[in-house]
């Protein structure tokens, strides 16, 4: 069973930057497909992006995708989110997760998560 663990999240001003960082452990990374999750206080967890198998194909969220890239290194067993010019309203916690099925990458059942990484962005 994978264990992930978030790093990277902080405060940060509207227009700055922030990469955070899943590290896996105990699964063999390359065989999972992980994406990143959000949920800002009083509102539903979205899916943010998903990257398959070998990091060839990507999904977004639509509002997102001009903003924020997310990538995979199976040699650190770790997935990225790269998230730039951000905004108040990107304030939410953030999850990574990981799964073995390959449905569509916007499907949102995962059944490994990690603990979450707090963004907060001021305006």
């Known amino acids: 069973q994978v264990q992930l663990v978030e790093s990277g999240g902080g405060l940060v001003q509207a227009g700055g930057s922030l990469r955070l960082s899943c590290a896996a452990s105990?699964?063999?990374?390359?065989?999972?497909?992980m994406g990143w999750f959000r949920q800002a206080p009083g509102k539903e967890r979205e899916l943010v992006a998903a990257?398959?198998?070998?990091?060839?194909?990507?999904y977004y969220a639509d509002p997102l995708k001009d903003r924020f890239a997310i990538s995979r290194d199976d040699a650190k067993n770790t997935v990225y989110l790269q998230m730039n010019s951000l905004k108040p309203e990107d304030t939410a916690v953030y999850y990574c997760?990981?799964?073995?099925?390959?449905?569509?990458?916007?499907?949102?059942?995962?059944?490994?998560w990690g603990q979450g990484t707090q963004v907060t962005v001021s305006s």
């Open positions: 990257i398959r198998r070998g990091g060839f194909y990507t």
């Open positions: 997760a990981a799964r073995l099925s390959n449905s569509p990458l916007n499907m949102v059942q995962y059944p490994y």
């Open positions: 105990g699964g063999t990374f390359s065989l999972y497909i």
